[in-house]
């Protein structure tokens, strides 16, 4: 349901921004033609070109007057340059390009052009010379009769320009009045996606809220729960400790007193049985309240310079009964120089019973457990091997993780708690060292610890 919800929301954002880039595109194409439209009427070629057929008919009028001695040559010369800059201004800048827009015949401002340029001197002469009125008539006359027929070709050439204006004005207004429906429409249909897309939004986030208050309520009664368990199997630890205790301390008496003067074999070993099993009892007691306070945080450590291989030495002595009892073996490497580190000697001693008793669990009857000490540039590593059945690579992630244990029911009568390995992780963690392992599936594992070493002392007695 959520993935289809955003999936809706996805489509819905595409369509908004397509839409609202819809709608610049046509802001940006409405403005360009009301610039272009505002630039025709701002530079009118129908206007300037009506000035220059006005302009044409105020030069054939004067030089008529001229021509009768009614208003002086000079006149004509300048009424001429008037009409040749009209003609200039339709062919040149803005107006050339509107013209062109409109795709209009412009034959008759070209041969207007070439007319000009031919009457030119012949203007310049007339408006200059003095000459009897009889040849300044005649002049006149060839200078009237070199401009005519222009008129009716001026007056199509404005016709069709004013048509191509209203064309262009109509086109624009049609357009325009289009343009402002589709923004119309544009602007309902992004307001209307705009409104969904944040109805949507609104209704994803209240379901987002109550999704997070239920995994709040589930979280806090999963906390609560797992402190209800560990606190009930804290309490049935405590009340296990002292009678298990009193009845371990029985049972060795027992033993002790009846050993050499019992005959039946069958009675020692069913008390040997109880012993062991009482024995496992306490370590699983032991190991729950040992978790209980790493968890609620209770467990505090004790730094101090430490002689790490004293540590190893006593750790695999305290084991080594046990591991008799299998009867598996450890073997020990230890270097020459010394190895102190900065730490709480009774944890890592916790830690190495838990990793060599772990070990000789899952060695076979006769074999020997291999435990090195060795140093790593400023680190000393402390590894414990076993020839064992190695752990599953589909299990290997999970191994630190509490009451994890590898091929249940493998170990027959030595079966453990599933809590050694995640001791030892949350106790290397309070040290500041690291903990880890290498396995084979049916050769064996490596554990390994990492402590830093404190630096040697230097002697500068010398120097």
């Not at 008759?108 to 008539?137: G, K, N, S, Y």
């Not at 730094?303 to 080594?320: F, I, K, M, R």
Request: one cysteine or more; glycine letters at 6%.
């Amino acid at each position: 349901m959520k993935r289809k919800s955003r999936k809706i929301q996805a489509i819905l954002l595409v369509l908004f921004v397509g839409a609202v880039l819809f709608g610049i595109a046509v802001v940006l194409k409405l403005s360009e033609r009301v610039e272009s439209i505002q630039t025709a009427e701002q530079s009118d070629p129908l206007w300037i070109g009506s000035q220059l057929q006005f302009e044409m008919l105020r030069l054939e009028r004067e030089l008529s007057e001229a021509a009768l001695g009614f208003k002086p040559a000079t006149d004509v010369a300048l009424r001429f340059d008037i009409a040749w800059s009209r003609i200039t201004i339709l062919q040149e800048a803005k107006l050339a390009q509107i013209i062109e827009t409109f795709n209009i015949d412009q034959s008759v401002l070209l041969a207007l052009e070439e007319r000009f340029e031919t009457l030119e001197p012949l203007i310049e002469e007339f408006a200059t010379q003095d000459m009897t009125d009889e040849i300044r008539q005649q002049k006149a006359e060839f200078l009237l009769e070199a401009l005519e027929g222009f008129d009716a070709s001026l007056r199509g050439f404005l016709l069709s320009l004013a048509q191509a204006k209203t064309s262009s004005l109509t086109e624009f207004r049609t357009g325009l009045l289009s343009l402002s429906q589709a923004i119309t429409y544009l602007g309902t249909t992004i307001l209307v996606l705009f409104g969904i897309f944040m109805t949507l939004l609104m209704l994803e986030l209240r379901f987002t809220a109550k999704r997070e208050r239920e995994m709040r309520v589930l979280a806090e009664e999963a906390t609560s729960a797992s402190r209800l368990k560990m606190n009930f199997m804290s309490v049935v630890s405590h009340e296990l400790r002292t009678p298990l205790t009193s009845l371990l301390g029985g049972l060795d008496l027992l033993k002790a007193r009846v050993s050499a003067s019992l005959q039946d074999k069958a009675s020692l070993r069913l008390l040997d049985i109880c012993s062991r099993n009482g024995d496992r009892l306490l370590t699983l007691v032991n190991d729950i309240l040992d978790a209980q306070a790493l968890s609620e945080g209770k467990v505090t450590v004790t730094q101090e310079p430490t002689d790490l291989a004293s540590v190893v030495e006593a750790a695999v002595e305290g084991c080594h009964t046990y591991a008799s009892s299998l009867g598996v073996g450890y073997e020990l490497f230890i270097p020459s120089e010394k190895t102190v580190a900065l730490t709480d000697s009774a944890r890592v001693s916790q830690v190495l019973s838990n990793l060599l008793s772990n070990a000789a669990k899952f060695t076979s009857s006769g074999d020997v457990v291999s435990v090195t000490l060795e140093k790593i540039g400023h680190k000393a590593r402390i590894e414990v091997t076993d020839h064992g059945i190695g752990i599953p690579v589909e299990k290997q992630k999970d191994i630190f993780k509490a009451f994890h244990q590898v091929n249940p029911g493998t170990t027959g009568a030595n079966k453990s708690s599933g809590l050694g390995l995640s001791i030892t992780k949350q106790l290397m963690d309070l040290l500041g060292g690291s903990v880890g392992f290498r396995s084979t599936e049916g050769k064996g594992s490596t554990f390994w610890i990492e402590l830093d070493l404190l630096p040697e002392p230097r002697d500068d007695l010398g120097q």
